[in-house]
């Protein structure tokens, strides 16, 4: 079996053959330009060079995915079942209301999306950072994944291969439409939405799964949760007709900031009249500090020796920012072994690896963020190296410079991937990669189309 890197190195070379397959890329580029792939009004930035999985990075990924998914929704029973073990989350109280609404449907974890740093040398695995239903990105890979399909250089590489990129779309429909249809108030032709606080979406991700529900006959909207209406009986978006069930989109921290504005889905979440796929309960996971909770013997009381392990192995040390959690001194002294970050945020808002700080902004940070004093908590927890892999940067430009111009040299970036579960199954990978210790769009990150290599996926 090839590894990952004897399959980039491949790539590589089938690029260089072609004299840097700069009609490709500018294609590629062109595509991009016109493309979905949109997140705050700008096109993501990505690379033309595919991130290439084998068999044992997928078996890999897919046992990881599936072991937490599994953990975690014990995590959220327990929480739902017994009101003592609730004390190991520190929630604003209005959150924990939330986690308790009525869900109505078989599926604890509908959506979920696990970041993780893979050392694709000996295959172990840490986690970074678990994400609910807020988890986007899916869009980005399929409009990176079309714009290098029709290169040279990919139909060369396909045609030694076995290839097959990952499909974040229709099996998320199947799997939403299976979900609903466990719900215990369920009707016979649903109408159903996709909520966010738009200004905070991926909008035009939101619409591409709409149109496929509607082609399945299923008539489905995109809307603000701010724009709902309930009178008690139903449930109606702005055009005044009701809605069934709901694609929840919008993280739990939005819904408290816009907590008067949200109430209509929340009074009918509350009152039974609609499905909330996924339930607030997922915030269980968003949450940072649900990697401490991990460690937690009310926690392990209820987990098996294998599930405990399997923390030890992947869960980096995690603490709230407070001086009665954490040695502050230590974490002052020691930057390049420490990363913090806000618990309960996402976009990487406020997160900053020590290994990216000067000693002086770090005390600066440090300063600023613990024991509460930005108003919110914040987490401090060991810093993993990313894994770096050989890639191409953007292409920003290319169509502006004559070929013998347009760089060809890869540079090595580090790697975060996201892993796709549609009710605790392992679907697919976003692909990140960054220059800098902290891997984020506003840090140059960029994504990859994720391309699995002579596997076996199922």
């Known amino acids: 079996m090839a590894t990952n890197a004897e399959l980039t190195d491949e790539y590589l070379q089938i690029i260089n053959d072609l004299d840097g397959d700069i009609e490709g890329r500018r294609a590629a580029f062109t595509y991009m330009g016109g493309s979905t792939a949109i997140v705050h009004h700008q096109v993501v930035a990505c690379s033309?060079?595919?991130?290439?999985?084998?068999?044992?990075?997928?078996?890999?990924?897919?046992?990881?995915?599936?072991?937490?998914?599994?953990?975690?929704?014990?995590?959220?029973?327990?929480?739902?079942?017994?009101?003592?073990?609730?004390?190991?989350?520190?929630?604003?109280?209005?959150?924990?209301q939330l986690i308790l609404l009525?869900?109505?449907?078989?599926?604890?974890?509908?959506?979920?999306?696990?970041?993780?740093?893979?050392?694709?040398?000996?295959y172990t695995v840490k986690f970074c950072e678990f994400n609910g239903d807020g988890s986007s990105g899916m869009n980005e890979n399929r409009e990176i994944t079309n714009s290098i399909a029709p290169s040279e250089s990919y139909r060369s590489f396909a045609r030694r291969h076995q290839v097959q990129g990952c499909d974040l779309f229709e099996p998320w429909?199947?799997?939403?439409?299976?979900?609903?249809?466990?719900?215990?108030?369920?009707v016979a032709h649903p109408r159903f939405a996709i909520c966010d606080y738009l200004e905070n979406g991926v909008v035009d991700e939101f619409?591409?799964?709409?149109?496929?529900?509607?082609?399945?006959?299923?008539?489905?909207v995109v809307c603000d949760v701010r724009s709902l209406s309930f009178d008690g009986q139903r449930?109606?978006?702005?055009?005044?007709?009701?809605?069934?069930?709901?694609?929840?989109?919008?993280?739990?921290?939005?819904?408290?900031?816009?907590?008067?504005?949200?109430?209509?889905?929340?009074?009918?979440?509350?009152a039974e009249k609609v499905a909330l796929i996924g339930s607030f309960a997922g915030h269980i996971v968003h949450d940072k500090q649900i990697f401490e909770a991990l460690f937690d013997r009310h926690t392990q009381a209820f987990l098996t020796a294998e599930e405990i392990d399997f923390i030890e192995q992947t869960i980096p040390m995690?603490?709230?920012?407070?001086?009665?959690?954490?040695?502050?001194?230590?974490?002052?002294?020691?930057?390049?072994?420490?990363?913090?970050?806000?618990?309960?945020?996402?976009?990487?808002?406020?997160?900053?690896?020590?290994?990216?700080?000067?000693?002086?902004?770090?005390?600066?940070?440090i300063d600023r963020f613990?024991?509460?004093?930005?108003?919110?908590?914040?987490?401090?927890?060991?810093?993993?190296?990313?894994?770096?892999?050989?890639?191409?940067?953007?292409?920003?430009?290319?169509?502006?410079?004559?070929?013998?111009?347009?760089?060809?040299?890869?540079?090595?970036?580090?790697?975060?991937?996201g892993l796709y579960l549609y009710n605790g199954h392992f679907q697919g990978v976003f692909s990140r990669l960054g220059p800098l210790p902290t891997i984020s769009k506003d840090m140059k990150g960029i994504t990859a189309a994720t391309i699995w290599v002579d596997c076996e996926t199922c």
């Open 102 to 122: 009525p869900r109505g449907y078989d599926a604890l974890l509908p959506f979920a999306r696990v970041d993780t740093f893979l050392n694709e040398d000996d």
């Open 370 to 417: 613990a024991n509460g004093r930005a108003g919110y908590p914040f987490i401090a927890q060991r810093y993993i190296t990313p894994f770096r892999t050989l890639t191409l940067p953007p292409d920003t430009g290319i169509g502006d410079v004559p070929d013998g111009a347009v760089l060809t040299r890869p540079q090595l970036y580090n790697n975060l991937n």
């Open 235 to 270: 449930l109606a978006t702005e055009d005044g007709l009701e809605v069934n069930a709901i694609w929840r989109r919008c993280v739990t921290n939005d819904v408290i900031d816009h907590w008067s504005e949200s109430q209509a889905l929340i009074e009918a979440v509350r």
């Open 48 to 96: 033309f060079l595919p991130r290439l999985f084998n068999q044992r990075t997928y078996d890999t990924m897919k046992r990881t995915a599936e072991t937490a998914h599994r953990i975690l929704c014990k995590v959220i029973q327990r929480y739902l079942d017994d009101e003592d073990y609730r004390a190991v989350f520190d929630f604003d109280p209005r959150l924990e």
């Open 207 to 220: 619409h591409l799964f709409a149109d496929l529900f509607r082609q399945r006959g299923i008539d489905c």
């Open 173 to 186: 429909v199947d799997e939403f439409c299976a979900i609903y249809d466990t719900y215990d108030h369920k």
């Open 318 to 365: 995690t603490a709230f920012l407070n001086d009665d959690e954490v040695n502050i001194a230590q974490i002052r002294a020691n930057k390049d072994e420490w990363i913090i970050k806000p618990s309960d945020h996402y976009g990487a808002d406020d997160v900053y690896a020590g290994v990216g700080q000067t000693q002086e902004r770090w005390d600066e940070l």
